[in-house]
C-alpha cells in the first residue's frame, strides 16, 4: 500500500511539474520575437552623412513588440570610421528602434564611386537587414589643361620645344664669354 501510494504522489508531483511548464509557457505566448524589419535609406546615400535607421519588432501573434533590445551592427561594405550613435536601442510601445548611422568618405585618393553598405539589426536571435548605397564623390578635377586632356605627342613636342631654347640661350651665353 505504500509503494502505491508513494507512486501515486509521484505521478501527481510529475503532472503538476508539467502543469506549471505548459502554463509558464503560454504566459510567454505572443510575447517571443518572430520578425525584425529593417528599413533606413532610400536611394544613394552620399558619403559623410548621417541617416536614420530603424527596426521594427513583431512578436509571435504579429504585434509590436515593446522593450526589446536591437543590435546594430555591419555585415559587410563599410569602412573605418562608419559607425552607429547608439549600437544598441531599445524598442518603444510601437515596437520601433531607431539608430543614426554615419558613413565616412574614404581617403582623399578615392575616385568617384559607389559601395554598398549591408546593416543589421539583431533581437532574441531574429535578424533583419538592409543595404545601403553610398556614393563617394572623390576629388574634384584641378586640371589646367582648357582642352580637358594632353596628348604624349603634344607634351612632347613642348618639352623638345623647352630642350631646344635651353640648348639656344646656353650657346649664345657660353660664345658671349669667349
Known sequence: MRLRNRLLVGVAAG??????????????????????????????????TTSTVTAFVQDTLGNPDSDVTVYWSFTGGNIAGDKFVPLTSVTNAQGIAT??????????????????????????????SITVSVTTHGLPSTSTDPAGSTSTLTVLAAAFAVLLGSWIILRRVSAARS
Open 99 to 128: 539608430t543614426r548611422v554615419t558613413f565616412v568618405c574614404p581617403g582623399s585618393n578615392t575616385p568617384a564611386s559607389s559601395r554598398l553598405v549591408h546593416i543589421q539589426g539583431f533581437a532574441d536571435a531574429i535578424t533583419g
Open 15 to 48: 503532472m503538476i511539474l508539467s502543469l506549471a511548464a505548459a502554463i509558464s509557457v503560454l504566459g510567454y505566448y505572443g510575447q517571443v520575437v518572430a520578425t525584425v524589419t529593417v528599413s533606413g535609406p532610400a536611394g544613394n546615400v552620399s558619403c559623410g
